[in-house]
C-alpha cells in the first residue's frame, strides 16, 4: 500500500488549503483513513479521521476548521483546511487504518503512511 499526500504550502493566515492523498494498491472504501501532523520538534499528532463510511471526527484544534472527506471511487481522501493559523504549520501525514476496529487516534494505531506534505502558515 502507497500513500501520496499533496498540495501543502506556504500561506498566511486566514487562508485555506487542500490536502489530498491518493492511495494505490489497495482500495480504501472499506478502510479507515487519518491525518496527523508533526511540527518541528514535536510529536505526531492526531488531525482528523474518515470511517470508512464517511464518519470524520476531528481533534479539538481543527474542530469547526478543518473538514476530512474522501473520494472512494479515486481511492483519496481530501483534508480541506481553512482559517489557517500559524500554529497550524507543520508535515502533514496520511494514514491506513487496517484494522476496521473503528476509528482511532493514536498514531501507533495506523498501518500505512504517505510520505508527507509541508504546511507552512505565516503570520
Known sequence: ???QASGGGLV??????RLSCAVSGRTISMLDMGW???????????VAAVSWDG???YS???????TVSRD??????YLQMNTLKPEDTAVYY???DDSQRGLV??????????????VTVSS
Open 12 to 17: 498566511q493566515a486566514g487562508d485555506s488549503l
Open 72 to 77: 472512494n471511487a479515486k481511492n483519496t481522501v
Open 94 to 96: 496520511c494514514a491506513v
Open 36 to 46: 496527523f501532523r508533526q511540527a518541528p520538534g514535536g510529536e505526531r499528532e492526531f
Open 1 to 3: 500500500v502507497q500513500l
Open 60 to 66: 479539538e484544534s481543527v474542530k469547526g476548521r478543518f
Open 105 to 118: 487516534t493514536k498514531a501507533y494505531e495506523y498501518d500505512y503512511w504517505g510520505q508527507g506534505t509541508q
Open 55 to 57: 464518519r470524520p471526527y
